[in-house]
């Protein structure tokens, strides 16, 4: 206990000042005084015939014992009365002090704990090799601080873990060496950690879908510009050979030749409204000698009369399951996607 209290007074400086008793002696009465008299300066005391008599009452000193004890007495407090669970283990690994905090932490009182192994405040996974760095660190101890990132969990008397940060501060007694066990629950500084990380993880996740659904924005921007220009572009090729003085039949198939290339489709026709139908007047993609020959129906259920019809480009997904109209025989055997305007 002398080694332990010594270990702990490193830290803690006691300063005590002793009352100082003063006496004053008559022949008939005598006169004590408990207030602090300094050791350079006179007092006077009245007697009881009136005689004035000076005193010099010197300063006392308290005793090396009486000083120790308060030290230990105070040391002991500190022990007690710490924050964080202590517990004093010695070279066997068996308890030798606990402090009232490890009650509250796990669960035990201080008569259930003392002369147990400290394997007994461990999860089980951990007992074979935590006897085995008790070993190695008793034959040569060192001071390990709280906070260096070490993932160790406590054990409760009901069985429940809970995350701990723990420091060893070896102390040589006159009964042999121990280890002061300073363990702290940091279960909620673990939660405030998860809760951190998690954050930092959505925030990331946030900001990668952000940036991949701007890059993607942009790329369509650049893509529908570049579109744009081409479409721009073939639309003044277009009308330069329209100006050059060609005759209609090689303007249409310079346009049809041109959507193929600015649309990078397979297939495209030019139909001229001629009575009841449809004709193909012009086309890219179509079995050889279709051009002016085929005619399409213009019925509100066919595919050229929904087209007429419709205020908007006509965007057929696939023929074989399209409901709105019936798909001319001749596109079977070559369209399944197409857009109509």
């Known amino acids: 206990m002398d080694a332990l209290v010594g270990f702990l007074s490193q830290s803690v400086r006691v300063t005590f000042t002793p009352p100082v ?3 004053c002696m008559s ?12 050791a350079d300066r006179p007092k006077k005391v009245a007697g ?6 000076t005193v010099l009452a010197n300063r006392r000193e308290p005793t090396a014992g009486g000083k120790s004890q308060r030290e230990n007495k105070l040391l002991a407090a500190f022990f007690q009365f710490a924050p964080d669970a202590v517990i004093v283990v010695d070279e066997a690994g068996r308890i030798s002090r606990v402090n009232d905090q490890v009650k509250s932490m796990f669960g035990y009182t201080s008569r259930e704990l003392v002369g147990k192994r400290i394997e007994v405040l461990i999860p089980a996974r951990f007992r074979a090799r935590h ?5 190695r660190y008793m034959a040569a101890p060192r001071l390990r601080e709280m906070g260096i990132n070490l993932d160790l969990y406590a054990l409760r008397k009901d069985g429940s873990e809970f995350p701990a940060d723990i420091m060893l501060s070896p102390v040589d007694t006159d009964e042999g060496r121990v280890v002061i066990a300073t ?3 940091v279960t909620e500084h673990k939660r405030v950690e998860e809760a951190l990380r998690k954050s930092h993880e959505e925030l990331e996740t946030r900001v990668h879908d952000r940036t ?12 529908a510009f570049e579109n744009r220009a081409r479409q721009q572009s073939a639309v003044a090729e277009l009308s330069r050979r329209a100006l050059e003085g060609r005759d209609l039949t090689s303007v249409l198939d310079d346009a049809v030749s041109l959507v193929t290339t600015v649309l ?12 009841n139908a449809l004709s193909l007047r012009a086309g890219v993609g179509w079995k050889e000698g ?3 020959k085929i005619s399409l129906p213009i019925g509100l259920g066919s595919h050229g009369g929904f087209t007429l019809l419709s205020s908007s480009p006509v965007v057929v997904e696939d023929l074989r399951t399209e409901t709105r109209f019936k798909a001319p025989k001749f596109f079977w055997s070559t369209v399944f996607v197409a857009v109509s305007v």
């Open 131 to 135: 006897g085995e760095h008790r070993n």
């Open 290 to 292: 279709s051009v002016g």
């Open 21 to 23: 008793r003063a006496r």
């Open 264 to 275: 990078d489709v397979e297939f495209c026709k030019i139909l001229e409204l001629t009575g």
């Open 48 to 53: 009881s015939a009136g005689q004035r008599k």
């Open 212 to 223: 991949s659904e701007l890059a993607y924005a942009t790329q369509t921007a650049v893509a």
């Open 27 to 38: 022949p008939k009465k005598h006169v004590a005084t408990r207030s602090a008299v300094h």
């Open 183 to 185: 363990v702290r629950d």
